[in-house]
C-alpha cells in the first residue's frame, strides 16, 4: 500500500525539479578561481525561524536547498557527477581530537572516495566550454590532498569541515554557481538521456509493474531512502532481494520484486522528499512517523498532525479544553475529507522496515488523536500530553539507552492514529514504572504523574472497556481495586496531616507496591497505623478522615483482595492518583473547574 500511494502522491504534485535532479541541503560555497584554486569557502546558510517547546520563535541557521544532480544510490564508494560531500571533494579527514587534517585512515577511505570524485568529474567534464566548468576541471587537476592538510581555509571550518551532514557547491560566487551553468546543465541532459538508453537496453525484463499496472522494464536495483531514523548514513533500500534470491522461479536478483524501474523511481523520490521536509515527517526514538495527504499542496495538514504529536504549541491547551467540554474543533486551511497516509519505518542495518502503514480520512485522522487525549485526561487541570511525554514516562530514569521498545513503540502510534486498542504491553510497561521509579525531585519513592496516571487511564477504557473512569473520582465506582487505591490515598494523606514538617519516607514509598498487588496483606497493617496518627489530628479533621475511612471501608466489607490482577493494579493507581488530587486540590481550583463546565 505504501509504494503505491507514494506513486500517487508522486504524481498529484507539482513538478519542482527538472529529471535528474533534485534537493539538496548545502551549508558551504567553494569560490573558484579561473585557474581552479579555492579563493574562500563562504556559509551559504540561511537564517530561519523555529518554534521552541514553549511555541516561541527563534531565529536558527539553517541550510540552503540547492537543485543538484541526483546522488548515486551505489553502495560503498560512489562519485557523483557535482560532488558535494567533502570526504570526496577535499580527500581529507579531520580529526576532533586535535583539529588537524590527514589522507590517512584505517580504510584508505579518503583517498579512494578522492579517486572516484576525479574520475567521474574529469571524464563528465573534460570537453565542456564555459569558464566555470573550465575552472572546475582545473581544481580536480591540481588539487593534491597532501599538500592542503595545513590549508588556513580548510582549518578555518573547525570540525564542521568533515561533518557528514555539511554539504559544498562549487561556483565562482552566489551569483554564478556550477549546476546552473547552462554549458553543464546542456551536457548533463544528454548524459542523462543516454544512461537511461543504455539501462534499457540492457534490461529486457519486462513485466507488468505491479504498481502501476503497465509492462516496462523492472527495477533490478532500488534506490536509496535517506533519513530513516538509525539507518547507516549512505541511506536504506526498501525494496531488495540477495543475489540467487528466488532462482527457482526463473528471477535473478530484485527482479522478483514486480516493481518497475518507473514505479521504483516515483516511490523512492517522493519518499526522499517529505524525509527532508520536516512537515512531512516526525522522528519518535527509533520510529520514523511520515504522512502526508493526498493532494497537491498538503502542508497545512502535515504541520498539524506534527503539532499534535510533539504538543509544541501553548494553543493546543485551549484546544483540548474545548475538545473536553465536547465543544466542536476547527482547524483552518485543512481538507478534513482528504485521504491522508500514515506510515511507521524503521532501520535495520541497510534496510528499511515498515512496522505500519495506514490510510484514514483526514478528519479522522484527527478525531482519533483528539480522543486519545480525551482517554488520557485525568484530574482537574488536564494537559494535553504529547507523543513525546508518553514516550519519556516509559522509559526508566535508570535505562541506558532510554528508549521504548520497538514493537511497543510503532504499537502505541498505531493505536494512536487508527483509533484502536493500545499495545497489551502499554499498560503492563506503565504500572512496572510506576511501582519501580522513584520521584528523586520529591524526594519520594513512587514516580506518578498526570501523564502516568493517564496512559494508565486510556489503556483502561479503550482496552477494558471501562468507560466509566471520568477525569475525577467516580464516587459510584464500587470495585474493590478502586476503593483500595482511593483508600491508600487517604491513609497517605492521615500520616501526613499528623507530621509537622516533610516526611522523609511515607507509606507510599514504603508500601505502595504491595498495596498494588497484594491488598489483603498491607492495608490491615496500614488501617492500624492510622488510628496512631489520627490521634495526632484536630478534631475537625479527625472527623472528615474517620467519615472517609468508614465510607471506603464499607464499600469493601472490610474485607481487602488477596490479589489484583493487571487491569485492577491499573484502577488502584489511577483511583488512588484522582483521591490524591481531590485530597491536595485547593478549592479555588474546584470552584474554577466547576464554573468552566457549567
Known amino acids: 500500500m505504501l509504494i503505491k500511494a507514494l506513486c500517487d502522491y508522486s504524481l498529484i504534485q507539482k513538478k519542482e525539479v527538472q529529471d535528474g535532479y533534485c534537493k539538496q541541503n548545502v551549508n558551504y560555497l567553494i569560490q573558484l578561481s579561473p585557474e581552479g584554486c579555492i579563493d574562500n569557502i563562504i556559509s551559504v546558510e540561511e537564517s530561519k525561524p523555529i518554534k521552541n517547546k514553549n511555541g516561541k520563535e527563534k531565529m536558527v541557521l539553517a541550510p540552503k536547498v540547492a537543485e543538484l544532480p541526483i546522488r548515486t544510490q551505489k553502495p560503498g564508494i560512489d562519485g557523483n557527477v557535482i ?128 504498481i502501476l499496472g503497465e509492462r516496462l522494464p523492472q527495477a533490478r536495483i532500488h534506490d536509496k531512502i535517506k533519513g530513516i531514523a538509525g539507518g547507516i548514513a549512505s541511506g536504506c533500500v526498501m525494496v531488495s532481494a540477495k543475489e540467487d534470491a528466488f532462482e527457482s522461479y526463473g528471477k535473478t536478483q530484485s527482479f522478483n520484486s514486480g516493481v518497475s524501474e518507473k514505479a521504483m523511481k516515483m516511490y523512492t523520490s517522493a519518499l526522499n522528499r517529505l524525509l527532508a521536509d520536516e512537515a512531512h515527517h516526525k522522528v519518535m526514538d527509533d520510529l520514523t512517523l511520515v504522512y502526508f495527504a493526498m493532494k497537491r499542496d498538503d502542508v497545512n495538514e502535515s504541520r498539524l498532525v506534527s503539532r499534535l504529536l510533539t504538543g509544541a504549541d501553548n494553543t493546543l491547551n485551549d484546544t483540548f479544553a474545548k475538545a473536553l467540554k465536547g465543544m466542536p474543533i476547527e482547524f483552518p486551511d485543512i481538507d478534513e475529507r482528504v485521504d491522508f497516509y500514515v506510515a511507521g519505518l524503521t532501520a535495520n542495518s541497510s534496510r528499511v522496515c515498515q512496522k505500519f502503514a495506514l490510510r484514514r480520512k483526514y478528519g479522522d485522522i484527527i478525531d482519533n488523536i483528539m480522543e486519545h487525549q480525551r482517554n488520557m485526561a485525568i484530574g482537574y487541570e488536564p494537559k494535553y500530553i504529547s507523543a513525546g511525554r508518553m514516550l519519556h514516562e516509559l522509559v526508566s530514569p535508570k535505562s541506558s539507552n532510554g528508549r521504548v521498545p520497538p514493537p511497543l513503540l510503532s504499537g502505541i502510534f498505531e493505536a494512536i492514529f487508527n483509533g484502536t486498542n493500545y499495545p497489551t504491553s502499554l499498560l503492563s510497561t506503565m504500572i512496572r514504572r510506576v511501582k519501580t521509579d522513584s520521584d528523586a525531585d520529591n524526594n519520594h519513592f513512587i514516580k506518578l504523574n498526570n501523564a502516568r496516571a493517564g496512559i494508565i487511564k486510556a489503556c483502561l477504557i479503550r482496552n477494558y472497556k471501562k468507560e466509566d473512569i471520568k477525569m475525577l473520582i467516580n464516587q459510584d465506582n464500587r470495585e474493590p481495586a478502586a476503593l483500595c487505591g482511593r483508600l491508600f490515598a487517604v491513609l497517605e494523606k492521615i500520616q501526613c496531616d499528623s507530621v509537622t514538617g516533610d516526611l522523609n519516607r511515607t507509606i507510599g514509598d514504603t508500601y505502595f507496591s504491595s498495596a498494588c498487588s497484594q491488598p489483603a496483606t498491607i492495608f490491615p497493617i496500614l488501617m492500624k497505623l492510622s488510628r496512631n496518627h489520627m490521634r495526632k489530628l484536630g478534631k475537625p479533621a479527625f472527623i472528615y478522615y474517620d467519615k472517609l475511612l468508614t465510607e471506603l471501608n464499607a464499600g469493601l466489607n472490610d474485607r481487602y483482595p488477596k490479589q489484583l490482577s493487571l487491569e485492577d493494579q491499573g484502577m488502584f493507581i489511577v483511583n488512588y492518583y484522582q483521591q490524591k488530587s481531590e485530597l491536595y486540590t485547593k478549592n479555588e481550583t474546584k470552584e474554577k473547574a466547576a464554573q468552566a463546565d457549567e
Not at 97 to 103: A, F, N, P, Q, V
Not at 107 to 121: I, L, M, Y
Open 83 to 210: 560532488e558535494h560531500r567533502p570526504l570526496y571533494i577535499f580527500g581529507l579527514n579531520y580529526n576532533k581530537k586535535d583539529g588537524t587534517l590527514s589522507t590517512e585512515d584505517k580504510t584508505d577511505k579518503a583517498k579512494k572516495s578522492h579517486k572516484a570524485f576525479c574520475e567521474v568529474n574529469l571524464a563528465f567534464f573534460e570537453g565542456i566550454d564555459s569558464p566555470l566548468c573550465r575552472a572546475y576541471c582545473n581544481f580536480i587537476k591540481t588539487w593534491n590532498p597532501e599538500e592542503h592538510t595545513s590549508d588556513p581555509i580548510l582549518l578555518g571550518l573547525g570540525s564542521r569541515f568533515g561533518a557528514a551532514s555539511v554539504y559544498y557547491e562549487f561556483g565562482f560566487d552566489t551569483d554564478k554557481l556550477l549546476q546552473d551553468d547552462p554549458a553543464f546543465r546542456e551536457a548533463y541532459g544528454k548524459y542523462l538521456a543516454e544512461k537511461q538508453a543504455a539501462a534499457e537496453a540492457e534490461n529486457t525484463e519486462l513485466a507488468v509493474c505491479s
